[in-house]
């Protein structure tokens, strides 16, 4: 079972997916799991592997999209008696299980590299290539001549503004695009960066040549809202002159952007249907993704094991309370 986890950790890693590794690293009997137990929790909240009873799953799954969400580890303590465990750097959590005994579980995520697109053969763009890998980032290219003119540090090169691996590559928050094309493709080039819905984008133009490229593309048709988010000039006002200076200007752009998203709090999307709470153990559960249901006086209850679900079934009335229907 470990070395298959671990195999589908490699692969995962391989194809740049997200997901946790999540162990067993310590229990008090008497638990089904047993330290080393180990499990894969996938983005689309996949689980492969073992961790413990049913009473687990929806816990981990809920605390893993939550580490992939801020990227940060954590040490889960699952116990009947949360008030003993209670302990600096752990969260503490009931354990609903009958075996009634505690498991700690760490969770480590596993991100891919931020992604840095870079659209343009100049010279701000080769140096922004070789500075962005010395940074950990995955570096893309495109240009039509990019394959014919290879730019050091790229891992990967796009001719077409259309190919579909470009956006397949990954979009969103972890996407960073810088389009330095110098008057050549520029239109293509904003708009194909457009697409990848990026959390960053700069261009590398002065503002008026920005201003008619702006005024170009509202008469193709492109909305205003995203223009009016593009960087320019891009990055920070350090006097840059050299393209390599330009290119540190920009990237300490980013990173003064990412890390002031990172220092948000991370609020976890709540699921199609919403949450609610087991009535018998306080759980949250996901209403859209329940295999526990129960339906009494005309309300819906939602439950994280079957267990929870036969106690209240056989006396409902000790568990009612105004905040156990979900509503």
């Known amino acids: 079972m470990r070395a298959e986890l671990l195999q589908l950790a490699a692969d995962l890693?391989?194809?740049r997916q997200p997901f946790v590794l999540a162990m067993v690293v310590r229990r008090q009997p008497y638990s089904s799991a047993h330290?080393?137990?180990?499990?894969?929790?996938?983005?689309?909240?996949?689980?492969?592997?073992?961790?413990?009873?049913?009473?687990?799953?929806?816990?981990?799954?809920?605390?893993?999209?939550?580490?992939?969400?801020?990227?940060?580890?954590?040490?889960?303590?699952?116990?009947?008696?949360?008030?003993?465990?209670d302990r600096p750097g752990v969260t503490v959590l009931p354990m609903v299980c009958q075996s009634g005994g505690t498991v700690d579980v760490y969770l480590e995520p596993f991100l891919p590299p931020p992604r840095l697109v870079l659209f343009?053969?100049?010279?701000?763009?080769?140096a922004l290539a070789q500075l962005g890998k010395g940074l950990g980032y995955s570096v893309d290219v495109v240009d039509p001549d990019a394959v014919a003119r290879p730019v050091p540090g790229a891992d990967r090169a796009f001719v077409d503004w259309g190919n579909p691996e470009l956006r397949d590559a990954g979009s969103g928050a972890r996407t960073l695009v810088v389009v330095a094309t110098m008057g050549e493709h520029d239109d293509e080039?904003?708009?194909?960066?457009?697409?990848?819905?990026?959390?960053?984008?700069?261009v590398v133009a002065s503002r008026t040549r920005f201003g008619q490229l702006r005024e170009a593309l509202l008469g193709r048709g492109v909305a205003a809202e995203p223009?009016?988010?593009?960087?320019?000039?891009?990055?920070?006002?350090?006097?840059?002159?050299?393209?390599?200076?330009?290119?540190?200007?920009?990237?300490?752009?980013?990173?003064?952007?990412s890390r002031a998203q990172v220092a948000e709090p991370a609020a976890l999307p709540a699921p199609e249907g919403g949450e609610a709470m087991d009535p018998v153990c306080g759980m949250t559960v996901a209403v859209a993704t329940a295999r526990h249901r129960a339906e009494h006086l005309g309300h819906p209850f939602f439950f994280c094991n079957p267990r929870c679900r036969e106690k209240f079934l056989a006396a409902p009335e000790r568990y009612l309370t105004p905040s156990a229907a979900a509503r």
């Open 227 to 257: 223009l009016d988010r593009i960087r320019n000039p891009a990055g920070l006002d350090i006097g840059a002159r050299l393209p390599e200076e330009v290119a540190l200007s920009i990237l300490a752009e980013i990173v003064q952007i």
């Open 189 to 202: 080039a904003v708009t194909t960066a457009l697409g990848l819905r990026p959390a960053y984008l700069g």
């Open 13 to 15: 890693a391989s194809r």
């Open 120 to 126: 343009g053969l100049s010279p701000v763009v080769r």
């Open 35 to 85: 330290q080393g137990d180990m499990a894969v929790i996938t983005a689309d909240g996949g689980y492969h592997g073992w961790l413990g009873g049913n009473c687990t799953q929806p816990v981990v799954r809920r605390e893993a999209a939550r580490a992939l969400i801020d990227g940060q580890p954590r040490l889960l303590s699952l116990s009947p008696e949360p008030g003993a465990e």
